[in-house]
């Protein structure tokens, strides 16, 4: 099955700065890769998603990349504020398969 | 619309009872799944749904029942509870299965003592 790896689990950026998350994933055949937001107290909402057919995708401060070859996958954001601090996890599934979960990354965004 | 609901917010049980965890989508999806949170685990994929009368097992399906009767709901039952399912509930429903947007309800979190 398909097995994601997040990293870093806790990141800490100024305001302004860019904070960049990572994945890697084992299988091949995954063809999906969203990202989530999860504020305090509240369900995972997506941001942004990349499809295996594209490398690259932006959408404001928010961008997504990805590498078929290495399979790994980033999330870039830039100019941050502190409504970006929350808990991104990425993901992948392939075609009406099941999503399987990074671990999260803590983001703290501070003034 | 409401989109995804879920009953109760908030729920202690004791180690034996059981329980059923509700959820409701008003967006005729007909995907729905299932997941607990734990600290450092990411989200697992319990059971789920791809339409009424349709379910499978995820990643981590012990302890746990669902039944898909209708489009609109998918409740989640535990059997017997134990101390290892103190966690956060998450239903999630969506148009296309694993490959499209989760729409995600506000979450169960669950203590069992």
């Known amino acids: 099955g398909e097995n994601v790896e997040q990293h870093p689990s806790t990141l800490s950026v100024q305001e302004g700065d860019s904070a960049v998350i990572k994945c890697t994933y084992s299988?091949?055949?995954?063809?999906?890769f969203p990202w989530y937001k999860q504020e305090l107290g509240k369900g995972p909402q997506l941001i942004i998603d990349i499809r295996s057919n594209v490398g690259e995708k932006k959408d404001q401060r928010i961008a997504v990349t990805l590498n078929k070859t290495a399979k790994h996958f980033s999330l870039h954001i830039t100019e941050t504020q502190p409504e970006d601090s929350a808990v991104y996890f990425c993901a992948a599934s392939n075609s009406w398969g099941k999503l399987q979960f990074g671990a999260g990354t803590q983001v703290v965004v501070t003034p | 619309n409401a989109g995804v609901t879920q009953t109760p917010k908030f729920q202690v049980l004791k180690t034996g009872q059981s329980m059923t965890l509700q959820c409701a989508q008003d967006?005729?999806?007909?995907?729905m799944s299932w997941y607990r949170q734990d600290p450092g685990m990411g989200l697992r994929l319990i059971h789920y749904?791809?339409?009424?009368?349709?379910?499978d097992q995820g990643e981590v399906p012990n302890g746990y029942n669902v039944s898909r009767s209708t489009t609109e709901d998918f409740p989640l039952r535990l059997l017997s509870a134990a101390p290892s399912q103190t966690s956060v509930y998450f239903c999630?429903?969506?148009?296309?299965?694993?490959?499209?947007?989760?729409?995600f309800g506000p979450g169960t979190r669950l203590t069992v003592t």
């Open positions: 299988d091949s055949a995954s063809n999906y």
């Open positions: 999630a429903s969506s148009s296309a299965g694993g490959s499209d947007e989760q729409y």
């Open positions: 967006m005729n999806h007909e995907y």
């Open positions: 749904s791809v339409g009424a009368g349709i379910t």
